[in-house]
């Protein structure tokens, strides 16, 4: 369903996105915040889909990866928890977009590995989540997703 729905607006990936002018509207952040104690249990789940889908779609990747993958999923679950509880903050949440893109941009990751790394965990999302949430709450999650992810391949100016 998810993929669907990125399928089906052609402009979905090449649509230039700025945190701040672009920020999710009121709905779509209550329904993350409403969502988010569902898709933190089943944090581990969602990262070990998540990395086994990107490495599947783009083997390359696997080699960016220098930390035990424990390690690397509990860093993946942070990084969401992080973004959920700053996403009611535009400040703060461009503090943490933009050291997630800094973070990123030493180890040369070109946006369609980006992209590949969206698309991984929205799907990774839709897999573990769509029976447990109602679609317009993984639809928000994709769009908040979709805009760190743009962010991250173009970082805001502070």
């Not at 889909?49 to 942070?78: G, H, I, N, W």
């Not at 943490?96 to 990123?104: E, F």
Request: glycine share 2%; proline share 8%.
């Amino acid at each position: 369903m998810l993929r669907h729905f990125a399928q089906s607006d052609p402009d979905y990936f090449a649509q230039p996105i700025s945190f701040r002018r672009h920020a999710l509207d009121p709905q779509n952040l209550n329904l993350i915040k409403d969502s988010f104690p569902s898709v933190f249990q089943h944090k581990a789940e969602i990262a070990t889909q998540f990395y086994d889908r990107l490495f599947a779609s783009v083997p390359e990747t696997r080699q960016m990866f220098r930390a035990e993958m424990a390690t690397q999923k509990e860093m993946l679950a942070s990084v969401l928890t992080t973004l959920a509880k700053a996403s009611f903050d535009p400040e703060k949440l461009q503090d943490v977009i933009a050291r997630l893109a800094r973070s990123h941009a030493g180890l040369g990751i070109t946006e369609a590995q980006f992209r590949a790394g969206e698309t991984a965990l929205m799907e990774a999302l839709g897999s573990v989540m769509a029976p447990k949430l109602p679609p317009p709450a993984l639809l928000a999650w994709q769009a908040a997703i979709r805009r760190v992810i743009a962010a991250m391949i173009d970082p805001p100016e502070n």
